[in-house]
């Protein structure tokens, strides 16, 4: 890891080995889907309240028009998936790994998160507000404008990732740190920075978003 920084350990999925085969129907015709994987396909117009997914491999999927508000995964790896703009608002999301996922505009409003990995993800624009999370590293990805005011975040690890204009207001940010990402700019304040970890040249950005001028030695 950059800067000699250890990754923190997270629980991943448990999935065995052999899992049969599912199709979009499945997933339509069900409130509680297990033990199985489904890839090369489009899901579509899906909504639903409290639908569970346990041990599912989502291979390659592209979920269009999707609402699954309190959406309960636990033992999930969604890989090079598309969830662009989907609802998945106060999710319960256990032991989940999002794998090179598309998740520009995903609704995650009041979400528990617990042992989830992001990786190689574009999240731009999506929403964490009022999310709660806990074990859970956010790698090589871009959350540039990402919204996660208002949010609980213990135990999250952040890696060379882009977070350029994310919101972050009313998020208290004591332990979090930012060193290894990038930005511009973050919607924060003073308040919320205290105990934020950050690099020099960080400290230097936020003075001048404050409006302090900082003056070298001479």
Known sequence: MSRGKKAMKIEPPIIPNEL??????DIQ???FVE???IQNCVIEHLTDHKVTFDKIIFKQVTFTECALTGVELTDVI???????NVDFS?????????QECKLIGIHLTGSTLRNVLFDQCIADYASFRFCNTKQVIIQDSSLC???LSYSKLHKIEFYRSKMD???LSGTKLNGIDLSDCQFNGLG???EDLQGCIITREQAYLFASLFGLIVKEDS
């Open 20 to 25: 049969s085969e599912l199709t979009p129907d």
């Open 35 to 37: 033990m199985g994987i």
């Open 29 to 31: 015709l069900n409130d």
């Open 165 to 167: 204009q994310a919101q």
């Open 188 to 190: 924060v304040g003073v």
């Open 90 to 98: 106060e999710a319960i999301i256990h032991r989940t790994v999002f």
């Open 145 to 147: 404008h990402t919204d």
């Open 78 to 84: 969604f890989e090079k998936c598309d969830l662009s």
